[in-house]
Every structure is written in structure tokens, then in C-alpha cells.
């Protein structure tokens, strides 16, 4: 029984200093996660070009519309097919220029620069969701691992305390039951154990979709440091101020999308001023017998006339009019959401802060000394294996609890991190 004592104890020690598994490779830690992700991620790469390609095109909006360059010839007989023939046969070339209606064209420009602008916002805010998608699956991962590695050291407890039940049995100091029972708590062990190695794949599975094979090699359980965000985090009471969340991309692309619909009310109030447009020509002409052959040339202005708004103008501006006030409807409800999101996730962040707290000044402490104190009474024959069992598995099960309450902490700030734009890219406007 002394010997049993001694490599119990020797395996719970090894069970507090929760080492984690040793990679013989260079681990993949959470940072480098998040950076592969981010170049690798094709979606915003095609968000990116789209934008830039608004950009370009918002350049174009801006111009004038092409001269258009006529050439011909007028007045020709048809009955002789002659230019000298008629004195008003003559070889005719002109330009015309229609000309923007107000200024609708500097304004469509504007209203290409704002689309663009809302473009590059929306590619921040992707790059943000992408970065909290990451971090909670590489989060997931890393707990996952963690809590194989506590079991995998309580199995080899339970597999020593099947041994030497094995060994007692054959020297008939316990009856058989008590080898089944520590038998079965090692199946159910190895069960559990199967169920978060099925985790691990899941997770590992959705990784790679940004990770690719790295997703499947070593990773780095370590947390990660985010000394802005917990600095951040301490100096918060509930509500936060909505102000926290003014800067966000994604609030900031609703706002040029309200301005782009904006300018788009601008043009609509425009198609209410005619449009003008220059027309010249110069028509050459040959000397006949009834003429001396003098050259024309011809100027002509023309504007069209909006005078029938009723159903053109008139529904086209309030069209654009009801855009707009969806849009600011459509961002007072992001804001909101995004508000109710970083307080949801404040609030969970500090539950969670409480817990570890808890779980690391008593919680932690008493699982241990109750599972010692219930194996030295197995040792001198005052508890039964079942309880010895239960206290040593209630000990580990408060572990996992205890790194499950610290991953969901930072699982909380990676979702508060997204909320601040903490970790955002530079933008190359």
C-alpha cells in the first residue's frame, strides 16, 4: 500500500503542474495563426481589388462625355452624283459636345470615391471577423489540447491504480470488484479521452480552411498576451460608452454608404436643370457656274428641357431620398447591435474573470486536498476505491474546468478585441 500511496501522490503532482505536451517541431502559436490567415484569405484579397476597381472607376464618372465627330457630305444630286453639280454640295465636318447636366458628373464622382471608401471599410471589417474567427477556433484548439493532456496524465494515474489492484488481486488483499472498478473508470476515461481527440479534429478541420495543412501540425497552447485590450477591459463598468465602437470599419462603411446614397440624392436634384449641348461643323464646297464655291460654317447650341418631372424627376429623387434614410436607419441598427455585442461580451468576460478566480483561490485547492485526504484513507483502509476514483476525477474535472473558463476569458476579449478594432491592418488607400 506504501508503494501505491507514493506513485499516487507522485502522479497528482504531475497533475497540478499541468505541463503541456512537448512538440518536437516549431509549434504554430495564435499570432501566426491569425497572420497566415489573413494572407492567405482570398475573399478579402477580392474585396480588396473590387474596391480599388470602384476607385478607378469613380475617376471615369467624373469626365465630360466624348466628342462625337461627324463627317459626310450634304446636299449631293441624285440625279448626276456630281459635287460641282449644286452650289449646296458640300463635304461637311463637325464636332459636338453634350455637356453634364449641372453638376451631376463631379458629383457621380464623389459618389464613386464614397463606394470605394465604403469598399476599403468593408475589407477592414472583414479582416477584423476574419481575425475573431481565428482566434476563437485556434482558442478552441488550444483548450481542447490542454484538457487531452490532463487526462492523458490522470489515464496513466488510473492505469497504475489497475496494476496494482491487479497485483493486490493476486495476492488476494481485494476482492475482484475492486480491480472492476478501477477498470471501468479507465474505459469511461478512455471514452472521454476518444471525445476530445474528436474535438481536436473538428477544430483542427475548421482551421484549416485558412491554415491549410499547418492546421494538423504542432500548436502552441500558450495564451496570448493583449495588454491593451485587458487595460482596457479593467478600466470598464457596464454600459460601455457607445463611443467605444465609433471607429469600427464596419460602422465607418455604413457612413459612406450613407453618403454615397447621399450624392446620389444630389444627382437626382440635378436632372431638374437642362442639358446642353455644342454642335459645330464646317462644310467645304467647290466652285460651280452658279456660285463662287464659299465655305460654310455652322454653330448650333441644344438643351434638352425637364418639363414633365412628375413621373421621371420627382419618383427618381424620392427613390434616392428613401435609400438614404435607410441607410442611416441601417447603421443606427449595426450600431446597436455592435454596442449590445461588446457589452454582451464585456459582461461574459468578467464572469468568466470571476470564476478563474474562484476555481484558482479555493476551488482548485479543495479538489486536490479532498483527493488526497480520501487516498490516504484508501491507504489505511477508512475509503473505498469508488471514492478514491471519484475524489481523484472530481480533482481533474475541476482542472478542465478551470482551463475552460480561462479559454472562454479570452475567447471574450478576442470577441471585445473585434469590437475595438484592436490588431487592425493598415490600409493601403
Known sequence: MGYLTRTLRLSCAVLVLNTPLIALAQPLGLAQAVRM???NDPDNAAAFHRAEAQREAAVADAQWSDPT??????????????????????KVIGISQRLPRGNSARLAGERG??????????????ELRLQLMVSESFLNLAEQLETRALLGQNRRWLAELVDYNRARLASAQIQSQQLLQSQLALARLDDRFGEVEGAINRSRGTLSRWLDSAAWGPVDTSLPG????LDWLAAQTLPVPVASIEAHPALQAAEARIEVESRQVAIANEAYKPQWGVDLSYGQRDETPMSDGSDFFSAMVSVDLPLFTGKRQDRRVAAARARESAGILQRQGLQQQMHAG???AVAAANTYAERLSQY???????ADHTADAVLAGYAANTADLDAVIAARMDAIEAQISARRIEYGYYRALARIRYYLAAGQRENTK
Open 69 to 90: 465627330l461627324r463627317f459626310g457630305v450634304a446636299n449631293l444630286p441624285l440625279d448626276s452624283f456630281d459635287f460641282n453639280d449644286q452650289p449646296m454640295t458640300q
Open 360 to 366: 484558482r483561490g479555493e476551488l482548485l485547492a479543495q
Open 37 to 39: 490567415a489573413l494572407e
Open 342 to 344: 461588446l457589452n454582451a
Open 226 to 229: 493583449w495588454t491593451e485590450t
Open 113 to 126: 470615391e464614397l463606394v470605394a471608401e465604403a469598399g476599403f471599410a468593408a475589407v477592414a471589417d472583414a
